[in-house]
Antibody
Framework: EVQLVESGGDLVQPGGSLRLSCAAS????????MIWVRQAPGKGLEWVAN????????HYVDSVKGRFTISRDNAKNSLYLQMNSLRVEDTAVYYC?????????????WGQGTMVTVSS | AIQMTQSPSSLSASVGDRVTITCRAS??????LGWYQQKPGKAPKLLIY???SLQSGVPSRFSGSGSGTDFTLTISSLQPEDFATYYC?????????FGQGTKLEI
């Protein structure tokens, strides 16, 4: 079964750090762009970052640039999001997503999400 | 960043209705647009990519059209399981941006 399972969400104080993980199974992880998408409570979806299959190219939304780092370990079929200098507005469910598109994005597989709460 | 504006923000409809949701981009994005469906407490689901290509396994009552700045998602005959929130997403450039969502209610 094709599956993405996130972990690492927690309650953290403003200014703190957290590392999210996503374990992939059921497909050849190293062949796909991977993405993090977040959703604040009661709000819409926000694209956060993506990473190329070989890990050599990354892109970020402006609000997290310099604070968040996306990475991957293809040997471990895992995706990560290192979040530093966390702010209250980073509170959200974070989804790990597979992009199966070639010329176009096609976010076809989503994890169940992991909750990050930033609060004092 | 490209701004994606959906209309309406919410919509009431009945089973069997034909429904259209619109997404407008703040600049031309060719046909680099996808549509996603999200039900409460669940992860989103891909419906349409490349503006009009139906994702495998998605019912044919869903269709997408448009190019440039104006796009539509149409559900030809609403089914009970279609009541959800729908989002468009541009993949023309970075950062990718979603519309604010359209909540489809009974």
């Amino acid at each position: 079964e094709v599956q993405l399972v996130e972990s690492g969400g927690d309650l953290v104080q403003p200014g703190g750090s957290l590392r999210l993980s996503c374990a992939a199974s059921g497909f050849t992880f190293r062949n796909y762009w991977m993405i993090w998408v977040r959703q604040a409570p009661g709000k819409g979806l926000e694209w956060v970052a993506n990473i190329k299959p070989d890990g050599r190219e990354e892109h970020y939304v402006d609000s997290v640039k310099g604070r968040f780092t996306i990475s991957r370990d293809n040997a471990k079929n895992s995706l990560y999001l290192q979040m530093n200098s966390l702010r209250v507005e980073d509170t959200a469910v974070y989804y790990c997503v597979r992009d199966s598109g070639d010329r176009y994005d096609a976010f076809d597989i989503w994890g169940q999400g992991t909750m990050v709460t930033v609060s004092s | 960043a490209i701004q994606m504006t959906q209309s309406p923000s919410s919509l009431s409809a009945s089973v069997g209705d034909r429904v259209t949701i619109t997404c407008r981009a703040s600049q031309g994005i060719r046909n680099d647009l996808g549509w996603y469906q999200q039900k409460p407490g669940k992860a989103p689901k891909l419906l349409i990519y490349a503006a009009s290509s139906l994702q495998s396994g998605v019912p044919s009552r869903f269709s997408g059209s448009g190019s440039g700045t104006d796009f539509t998602l149409t559900i030809s005959s609403l089914q009970p399981e279609d009541f959800a929130t729908y989002y468009c997403l541009q993949d023309y450039n970075y950062p990718r941006t979603f519309g604010q969502g359209t909540k489809l209610e009974i």
